[in-house]
């Protein structure tokens, strides 16, 4: 039997739904999320816990280390601290004179202070500038991307989040209308119109950690199975978009991209 519960990218919802599912003594718990991985976390000690999606277990004391978790938690993770200043990098290259990027962050999200901590020295080595515009709720998008304008970043970087992505939509529709090239995680944004993204494969990284639900289910401890990281990180570049904003994207970048969307 599965038993599934949504936040509805609602990070503060995350820990009263936990609770509720080891209440009923479910056998594993499955987290999509960091926030939700930290919510369960917390919730138990003792029913096992996969991670479908995190972003660093070891900074968020999900694990004591990758190779050996211990405890009740392990999984696939989707980050690799080199993400980060990579994303700085290729904007770097595709606006001509960028100095300042606007970086979308929610500080519900346990991870996006780890984001920012690995964010600044990258920016430092870049010459770039951070500005942190913020978006807890639907609500807010407005705001942070008007906020961004108002202090002229020239692009924008959204940290990976829940509430971003289920309002993919909005968040690409509001880069556009505010002329800024903006960078994402996850290759759905640049489906939706998005400029580019740059991450780890979602849907691969879900299935993967199917395998250790797997194992555990036949008798695998979780504080045994090492947490993989990713090796691979799918660039996807959207040249209508690239368009719109007047930008010309280079032939070299063009060849690196996984996948160019016309």
Do not use: C
């Not at 917390?42 to 999606?53: L, N, W």
């Not at 994303?87 to 500080?107: D, W, Y």
């Not at 691969?204 to 199917?210: C, I, L, T, W």
């Amino acid at each position: 039997m599965l038993v599934e519960r949504y936040a509805e990218g609602q990070q503060e919802r995350l820990p009263e739904l936990a609770v509720e599912l080891v209440r009923r003594e479910v056998d594993l718990l499955v987290a999509a999320t960091s926030g939700s991985a930290k919510a369960a976390k917390d919730a138990t000690q003792t029913i096992p816990i996969v991670m479908a999606a995190s972003g660093d277990p070891v900074g968020l004391g999900l694990v004591a280390s990758l190779a050996r978790p211990g405890g009740n938690v392990t999984g696939p993770s989707m980050m690799n601290t080199e993400i980060v200043g990579k994303r700085m990098q290729l904007l770097k290259e595709v606006v001509p004179g960028l100095v300042r990027i606007a970086v979308l962050t929610n500080s519900v999200n346990p991870i996006h202070a780890i984001f920012w901590r690995e964010s600044e020295p990258a920016a430092r080595k870049l010459g770039l500038e951070l500005q942190p515009v913020e978006a807890r709720v639907p609500e807010d998008f407005e705001a942070a991307f008007a906020a961004a304008a108002r202090d002229k970043a020239g692009a924008l970087i959204a940290l990976d989040d829940a509430l971003t992505y289920n309002y993919r939509t909005r968040v690409v529709a509001l880069a556009a209308a505010s002329g800024l090239p903006a960078l994402y995680g996850y290759r759905e944004f640049a489906d939706e119109g998005g400029l580019m993204s740059y991450g780890a494969n979602m849907a691969s990284h879900f299935r993967h950690a199917a395998s250790y639900v797997d194992k555990i289910l036949r008798g695998a401890k979780p504080g045994d199975i090492p947490v993989e990281q990713p090796t691979k990180f799918d660039l996807i570049v959207n040249l209508k978009a690239a368009k719109a904003l007047g930008l010309e994207l280079s032939p070299s970048l063009i060849a690196r991209a996984d996948e160019v969307i016309e």
